[in-house]
């Protein structure tokens, strides 16, 4: 099993820039996490798709952040425009149900100028 | 969800078996333990989960003791690469109960 993909691994970019970050779920998962780390705040959610539905997307910290689960085997993050405080440790994770165990990604950690 | 407290930080030689304790003393009748790790610049990985049964598999063992307040996650044969910290966390299992609240869990140094 590949387990979750995620890529890429490293972006820098400058402020204002678009950022996408992408995921791909273990096959057969219906859920899917985007979690984000820093050192300050350590892991946090924020969102959570069922069958490429968002459920909970209380943990998106404003309008600049998106996210899209257009198919089971593909989710985006998207951050526009970016801002260095964006800076941090994006993880995707998958589960084969809501309460199951997550898997996570190898994460991409994101740089903003 | 129940809180949990964990040392914030463990030595353990290696080969020697590693374990780790946790607390959870307001722990309900349907929440699970659960022990994932995050190895240094990698994505959290799961380990172990139990109710109030021991539980093993090829990572670890799971002791939950029988009022079930506190448990200790054994690694039979600590080597270097188990280096990382170590998250235990107490959820509701199965259903819609998605949320994996990660503390600030025990960094286990490994030493040669």
């Known amino acids: 099993d590949a387990g979750v993909i995620q890529s890429p691994r490293h972006e820098v970019t400058e402020m204002g820039q678009e950022v996408t970050l992408r995921c791909k779920p273990i096959?057969?998962?219906?859920?899917l996490f985007w979690y984000r780390q820093t050192m300050m705040r350590g892991l946090e959610l924020l969102i959570y798709f069922n069958n490429n539905v968002p459920i909970d997307d209380s943990g998106m910290p404003e309008d600049r952040f998106s996210a899209k689960m257009p198919n089971a085997s593909f989710s985006t993050l998207k951050i526009q425009p970016s801002e260095p405080r964006d800076s941090a440790v994006y993880f995707c994770a998958s589960s084969f149900n809501a309460g199951a165990p997550q898997y996570f990604g190898p994460g991409t950690r994101l740089l903003v100028l | 969800d129940a809180k949990t407290t964990q040392p914030p930080s463990m030595d353990c030689a290696e080969g020697r078996a590693a374990n780790l304790p946790c607390n959870h003393s307001t722990i309900s009748g349907n929440e699970y333990v659960y022990w994932y790790r995050q190895i240094h610049s990698q994505g959290p990985q799961y380990i172990i989960h139990?109710?109030?049964n021991n539980e093993t598999n090829e990572m670890a063992s799971l002791i939950i003791t029988e009022d079930r307040k506190s448990s200790t996650l054994i690694l039979p044969h600590a080597t270097l690469r188990d280096t990382a910290v170590y998250y235990c966390i107490v959820r509701v299992d199965g259903g819609s109960n998605y949320k994996l609240t990660f503390g600030k869990g025990t960094l286990l140094t490994v030493n040669p």
């Open positions: 139990g109710l109030k």
């Open positions: 096959s057969g998962h219906n859920s």
